[in-house]
Nanobody, 117 residues
Framework: QVELVESGGGWVQPGGSLRLSCAVFPYIFNNYDMRWYRQAPGKERELVAGIATGDITTYLDAVRGRFTISRDIPKNKVYLQMNSLTPGDTAVYYC???????????WGQGTQVTVSS
């Protein structure tokens, strides 16, 4: 049984920063991609950032240059550093562990990020 637990969400003013963490239990496998998604009210869930084998990273265009995804495999954690936040970043952020073959997806419960003045 895999469990993903997010933390680090909260309220921040525009221009501020937050660092999200995702703890993976029992541990992160090297053959899984780790991803952060977000879902704003009334919108579909979207992929924000991903990190794959070899630490290859991908980003949503809207966050590239502001957000940084990283992972610490010995600590079984994935992070999303979010800088220069805007109200458009307000959403519930979800941690995801993804495998292509055989297909598998595991999700955390989500953490709320609110950016407002």
């Amino acid at each position: 049984q895999v469990e993903l637990v997010e933390s680090g969400g909260g309220w921040v003013q525009p221009g501020g920063s937050l660092r999200l963490s995702c703890a993976v239990f029992p541990y992160i496998f090297n053959n899984y991609d780790m991803r952060w998604y977000r879902q704003a009210p009334g919108k579909e869930r979207e992929l924000v950032a991903g990190i794959a084998t070899g630490d290859i990273t991908t980003y949503l265009d809207a966050v590239r240059g502001r957000f940084t995804i990283s992972r610490d495999i010995p600590k079984n954690k994935v992070y999303l550093q979010m800088n220069s936040l805007t109200p458009g970043d307000t959403a519930v952020y979800y941690c995801n562990r993804h495998r292509e073959s055989p297909p598998a997806d595991d999700w955390g419960q989500g953490t709320q990020v609110t950016v407002s003045s």
